[in-house]
């Protein structure tokens, strides 16, 4: 199976950038769907961004218009470019391949790695 690694984490100031790299020790040509996940302190966690083998792109609302997701299926790399950070922001973020329902839920497969931390200062 294809192992994930995140990577791209830091501290940051608030309105600063980020951008975070997910590197598969295999093909993710084939993973029709694949997902940014984060986990704050006391939270659950929740999906971030996805996106589809054929582009199509999903975004938590309080994500929408400061982060992008993207894929490289030569590098089997996904990214997610994280602009205007604010201190909510803060959390570890993890990559995953999803199972997308018919009602457009994002479900993350039992496979996690280990994560990178991201911490917004105010």
């Known amino acids: 199976q294809v192992q994930l690694a995140e990577s791209g984490g830091g501290l940051v100031q608030a309105g600063g950038s980020l951008r975070l790299s997910c590197a598969a020790s295999?093909?993710?040509?084939?993973?029709?769907?694949m997902g940014w996940y984060r986990q704050a302190p006391g939270k659950q966690r929740e999906l971030v961004a996805g996106i589809t083998s054929g582009g199509t792109t999903n975004y938590a609302d309080s994500v929408k218009g400061r982060f992008t997701i993207s894929r490289d299926n030569a590098k089997n790399t996904v990214y997610l470019q994280m602009n205007s950070l604010k201190p909510e922001d803060t959390a570890v973020y993890y990559c995953n391949a999803a199972l997308i329902t018919p009602t457009n839920r994002w479900i993350p497969s039992n496979r996690w790695g280990q994560g990178t931390q991201v911490t917004v200062s105010s």
């Open positions: 295999g093909s993710i040509f084939s993973i029709n769907a």
